[in-house]
């Protein structure tokens, strides 16, 4: 049985700082002020709650999902320490999630918005593009601040990746998100759509194994933030495969930014493009694998210290989150045995979870 909140006690090394702390817990929050006869519940190195930037509850591959599958999926991130979740895109209504103190927090983009049968079959509102800036503000409107875009897909006739929206379309529709309060992002696996995004002034991009040099410089000066859901990358031979036979030039494609995908996120990384960790869980990837992403990160060329700092501190930060431990922040954060920046798959094995101040393991 938890010990009550304002008696709970919490020793070690507290990230991103490196600085040795007792932590305690009062009514949820966190206070550095000793509290007489408080228990120690964990000793190891403490890590602010998890951030998975690029997820999916409510979805699977099919669709949207009923109300228990969407508890699962919710635990399931929530016991690999993902406390904090960027929902980017679902057609559920995941609302009844924010008043249960057990579960994630949850900041939504809304539904996808796409061309009429180039996205993934019951996920996405699918529009023409002279709709595209009235369903961004909807979107903007139902999300918490962000709204998401199928920026290319397979087209038919040319059998292969394709610009889903034209350049004018984007320009209105980003601009009246930003009007609106949100920021906008956009899945991309391609190289075509990446310009015309970036010069209407996206704040995003998801996957981004078609990035170039040029582009890549575009976003680091701008701030644009790339999410490479590296676990996502690792089915492109899959998708390759296919759609072979009915889209050869797509297959041969995909093989391609494959290939090169780790040299592409390295570069992006090594221009100073802020990278956030992201599982693309919900669709085809089961939940619960944000330690696998931050280690993949690493994989590509990010350091330990910024590979966990893209799914935690820095992500936090980016998406307008308390991003230290500090006197009165919420008490959401992970503990475990073991040093992460020495060896990341550490993040598999939690060792304590608080959320809200509440002990979930």
């Known amino acids: 049985m938890m010990q009550p909140a304002e008696r709970i006690r919490v020793s070690g090394v507290v990230l991103p700082h490196g600085e040795h702390r007792d932590l305690y817990i009062v009514d949820g929050r966190i206070t550095l002020e000793p509290v007489p006869g408080a228990a120690l519940l964990a000793q190891g190195w403490i ?80 529009i023409e593009p002279e709709e595209l800036t009235a369903y961004v503000v909807q979107e903007a409107q139902r999300g918490d601040g962000w709204v998401k875009l ?39 696996f391609g190289e075509a759509a990446l310009p015309d995004l970036l010069a209407a002034g996206i704040d995003c991009v998801e996957h981004g194994t078609g990035l170039s040099p040029d582009l890549i410089d575009a976003m680091a000066v701008g701030g ?60 085809v990837l089961p939940h619960g694998l944000i330690a696998d992403e931050v280690i993949g990160l690493s994989a590509y060329g990010m350091s330990p210290f910024d590979a966990l700092g893209a799914a935690s501190w820095n992500a936090r930060t ?7 431990l500090d006197e009165g922040a919420s008490a959401d954060f992970v503990v475990y045995d073991a040093d992460p920046l020495d060896d990341l798959s550490a993040l598999r094995s939690p060792a304590r979870i608080v959320l809200r101040g509440r002990v979930i393991i």
């Open 318 to 324: 980016w998406l307008g989150r308390p991003n230290w």
């Open 224 to 283: 644009v933030a790339l999410v490479p859901t590296v676990k996502q990358l690792e089915n492109f031979p899959n998708y390759a495969a296919a759609g072979e036979a009915k889209f050869p030039v797509y297959a041969r494609h995909m093989r391609e930014l494959f290939t090169r995908r780790q040299e592409t996120i390295a570069a992006a990384y090594d221009a100073g493009v802020p990278i956030f960790a992201g599982t693309d869980a919900g669709g």
């Open 150 to 188: 199928v920026g290319d897909w397979i087209e038919r006739k040319s059998g292969d990746l394709q610009p889903s929206w034209p350049a004018d379309a984007l320009t209105s529709a980003i601009g009246a998100a930003h009007e609106h309060g949100a920021r906008v992002t956009a899945h991309v």
């Open 47 to 126: 890590v602010p709650g998890l951030v998975d930037a690029h997820c999916h509850i409510g979805l699977d591959e099919h669709g949207p999902v009923s109300d228990e599958v969407c508890e699962e999926q919710a635990l399931c991130d929530r016991d690999a320490g993902a406390l904090l979740v960027r929902d980017a895109g679902s057609a559920a209504d995941t609302r009844w999630i924010d008043d249960r103190d057990d579960l994630p927090r949850i900041i939504r983009a809304g539904r996808h918005l796409a061309r009429p049968g180039r996205y993934l079959r019951n996920y996405a509102h699918e």
